[in-house]
């Protein structure tokens, strides 16, 4: 197939609560849906770059300057999902926009020849387990709330947003009024290897791990750490390509891995990362990113791999949204339904999209003339 161009949107969609992690405090999700016109009809993307780069070097702004100057222009002619990463490999870097151009290209190619995402990636399973992330509150008694709701719901899982001053108290509140349930943690990077023995003081409560509570560039420290506390360490972004992980783990550096497609470049390194880390027999589990309708119905699909050995933070899509681009995704009986039709197998509502959309762009593939 050949790819005509891409339409990118800029789009808002207010959080139906504040979002605050160590990384800062968000109350409206911006995002980058994409549109891919190709020989076979078209496909859907989602770039999942924020506004600033805070959880990770790349921005939504930067991310569609380098796609309109760098990545479509290298995608000219015949063009298959396979062979995008190829042709943008030369362009160092900026993984989230790479990642929502193959995401496109693929869906339009899936869409083409009948195939689900689920299918095309390896899905084993009709709908996965649904955990949740909390993020952090000013006072104990909310977020007790905040979980209470969620266990309510049957969220299978709770993760908590940690930060110095945000972490053993709450820890110990959940699991006091809780009990046992599947409970972990992540700190978006907000720790440094000094404070091994703060950390270590989770380890009473019994938690399923602590996703990257150091530096992304810091894999000696998590080493480190997984030697020094007893809670199994996740690492996060730290795990930017399959080579990332397979070095993590020859490290010592991580028991658990989060996959994010987005961090990594595309669905089809993500599900390297997958096989990689099936190999070594470390579990791995599904990253979220607060996507719309579109992203989440691709990170479903990927869940629904066999080595996704812990729910994922593939929430409903009613945890951030009080309307989803697509028909929402929904909790039954603490799962998430992959969907079954061609591609991602759901659609945004054309209206909606309108009305939520700030600019739009048209990018053609290929070096114009
Ligand atoms: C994580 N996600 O696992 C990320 C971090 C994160 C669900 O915890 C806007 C867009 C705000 C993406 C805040 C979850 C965000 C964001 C946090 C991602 O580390
Ligand atoms: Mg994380």
Redesign the pocket.
């Known amino acids: 197939m050949e790819l005509h161009g891409i339409e990118v949107r800029r789009v808002a969609l207010p959080l139906v609560a504040p979002?605050r992690?160590s990384?800062g405090r968000?109350t409206v999700?911006t995002a980058l849906l994409l549109r891919a016109q190709t020989t076979l009809g078209e496909g859907w993307g989602e770039c999942?770059a924020?506004d600033d780069p805070s959880?990770c070097a790349e921005y939504l702004d930067g991310a569609l300057d380098v796609m309109r100057r760098f990545l479509l222009p290298a995608l000219g002619g015949e063009l298959g999902a396979y062979a995008v990463a190829e042709r943008l490999a030369p362009i160092k870097g900026h993984p989230m926009a790479k990642a929502a151009v193959e995401m496109a290209v693929l869906d339009a190619q899936l869409r083409g020849t009948g195939l689900s995402f689920g299918g095309f990636l390896g899905a084993v399973r009709s709908a996965v387990p649904a955990g949740v992330?909390v993020g952090i509150m000013d006072r104990i008694p909310e977020l007790l709330e905040a979980v209470a709701g969620y266990l309510a719901q049957g969220y299978l899982r709770i993760?908590l947003?940690i930060e110095p001053g945000w972490d053993v108290e709450p820890v110990r509140a959940v699991r006091e009024r809780f009990g046992d349930i599947d409970l972990q943690v992540?700190a978006?990077t907000a720790y440094q290897l000094r404070d091994a023995r703060h950390l270590a003081k989770l380890d009473p409560f019994d938690l399923l791990l602590i996703?990257?509570p150091l530096p992304e560039d810091d894999l000696l420290g998590h080493a480190a750490l997984v030697r020094s506390i007893r809670t199994p360490i996740c690492l996060?972004e730290s795990i930017t390509s399959a080579r990332a992980a397979a070095h993590a783990i020859a490290l010592g550096a991580t028991s658990v891995v989060?996959i994010k497609p987005g961090r990594v470049g595309g669905y089809l390194e993500a599900r390297r990362i997958h096989d990689v880390c099936v190999a070594h027999g470390v579990p791995v589990w599904a990253?979220?990113?607060?996507e719309t309708g579109l992203g989440r119905a691709a990170n479903v699909a990927l869940a629904a791999l066999p080595g996704f050995a812990l729910p994922g933070?593939t929430s409903a899509s009613d945890r951030y949204y009080a309307r989803d681009v697509t028909a929402p995704f929904t909790l039954v009986d603490g799962h998430v339904r992959v969907p079954e039709g061609p591609g991602l197998g759901v659609a945004p509502d054309q209206d909606f999209l309108d009305e939520i959309t700030i600019a739009t762009d048209w990018l053609p593939a290929g070096r114009q003339r």
């Open positions: 979002f992690t990384l968000q999700r999942v924020e959880y992330s993760k947003k992540d978006n996703e990257q996060d989060n990253g979220g990113m607060l933070d």
